[in-house]
């Protein structure tokens, strides 16, 4: 079984930065992929983005802007977002999965979520 704590959301203005944490711990890390997913008021919670070995995959809206990487001796994967619009807030879960996938029923193990607001 794999755990995961998000942690680094806020509140920021348009056009700002913030960088999420995620932190697991169980099962070897480096067997998992780790996604990012994000659900906003009345919506299903829906992909951002992902990272494994076999590489990284982004939704379309967040290309250029958010990058996600991980760093295998501290079991962390992170997002680096860019240039947040009021369209980006919502609350920001990661997830752990055996495959590298958009999809979110592949992901097995959730984090509790992290608020980002973006105030206009």
């Given at each position: ?49 992902t ?35 009021p ?34």
């Open positions: 079984q794999v755990q995961v704590v998000e942690s680094g959301g806020g509140l920021v203005q348009a056009g700002g930065s913030l960088r999420l944490s995620c932190v697991a711990s169980g099962r070897t890390f480096s067997n998992y992929a780790i996604g990012w997913f994000r659900q906003a008021p009345g919506k299903e919670r829906a992909f951002v983005a990272i494994s070995w076999g590489g990284a995959y982004y939704e379309d809206s967040v290309k250029g802007r958010f990058t996600i990487s991980r760093d295998t001796a501290k079991n962390t994967v992170y997002l680096q977002m860019n240039s947040l619009a369209e980006d807030t919502a609350v920001y879960y990661c997830a752990a999965s055996r495959r590298l996938s958009r999809s979110r029923g592949e992901y097995d193990y959730w984090g509790q979520g992290t608020q980002v607001t973006v105030s206009s």
